[in-house]
């Protein structure tokens, strides 16, 4: 998996939070956030919503999406599309990573699938798929490699470990 997973123009809306669950993946229509409104329903606690919206410059998500979100214990959403009222959506310290902001929100229109695979930020996504996100973006771990990226990154890890000990206790 090396140097492969990684989502192409879709970064942090709320800076300085982390997220790390397993992918709910939505289809949508540009601009139709019905679907991923729907998502939120049949999330489970611990889950990230993934949306593939065509890279739509339109809104799918906002404020009250992200409320039900945090009541629901989804711990963050992924949208290769466009979110809205960034500023709320910060306040709740929701983990979202989006395309673009923009202020202007598409229709409920319902076309669309959950729980298929997607293309999001140009990368493949199935459901239960692990997603990573922080400010430096957002990678997916297929769900089949999991176990053997984990290993290889607490390796790593250690690795960094060592090395910084040596760094910074050396006279």
Known sequence: MHRKGEMVVVNSVTPNI????????????PGDWAKPVEAIDLAMPGEIIV????????????ELASWSCIEKGVVGVVIDGAVRDVDEIRKMKLPVFAKYINPTAGEPKGFGEINVEIYCGGVKVNPG????GDD?????????EALEVANRAKDVFEKEQRISCLLYTSP
């Open 18 to 29: 982390k997220a790390v669950g397993k992918a709910l993946t939505v289809q949508t229509y």
């Open 51 to 62: 949306v593939d919206a065509g890279g739509s410059e339109k809104a799918v998500w906002g």
């Open 129 to 132: 798929d692990w997603v990573i």
């Open 136 to 144: 430096n973006g957002v990678v997916i771990v297929p769900k089949e």
